[in-house]
């Protein structure tokens, strides 16, 4: 195993333990490579930086997702993640909030269901 993809791997792990295995059973068939990418670039060079705690991180993806629009699925990985290292349900609801001025009210009440998707998942609420 490389030692980018290792390093990666174990950021991915910190994050969700069983994200990594969805990821490569997902992409296997159609863009393999992407895995790679994922967990070289993003979890194993980004996610792995100095200056920002990982927390800190979660809630900027999850905020950059909101913004960009018609990602659900990534905001729904990002949103279990935030959850399993100790964001609370609060925070992360503030957190696509505040994207409202930014992004827009479609974006935002979008990315808001993706949200609430995981939180009836967790039973956060019913």
């Not at 994050?15 to 159609?30: A, H, N, P, V």
């Not at 729904?76 to 409202?100: D, M, Q, S, W, Y």
């Not at 974006?107 to 939180?119: D, G, K």
Request: charged share 30%; proline share 4%.
């Amino acid at each position: 195993m490389d030692e980018r993809f290792k390093i990666g791997w174990d950021r991915l792990k910190e994050l969700d333990d069983k994200q990594g295995d969805r990821l490569i059973e997902g992409l296997k068939d159609i863009a393999p490579s992407m895995v790679n990418y994922i967990i070289e670039f993003a979890m194993g060079d980004i996610y792995t930086r100095e200056g920002l705690s990982l927390k800190e991180r979660e809630l900027l993806t999850i905020a950059s997702l909101t913004t960009l629009g018609d990602t659900a699925p990534q905001i729904k990985v990002h949103v279990r993640c935030a959850l399993n290292i100790g964001l609370t349900p609060k925070e992360v609801t503030e957190c696509v909030i505040h994207c409202l001025p930014y992004a827009g009210f479609p974006r935002t009440l979008n990315a808001l269901s993706a949200v609430e998707e995981v939180f009836k998942e967790r039973e956060i609420i019913k």
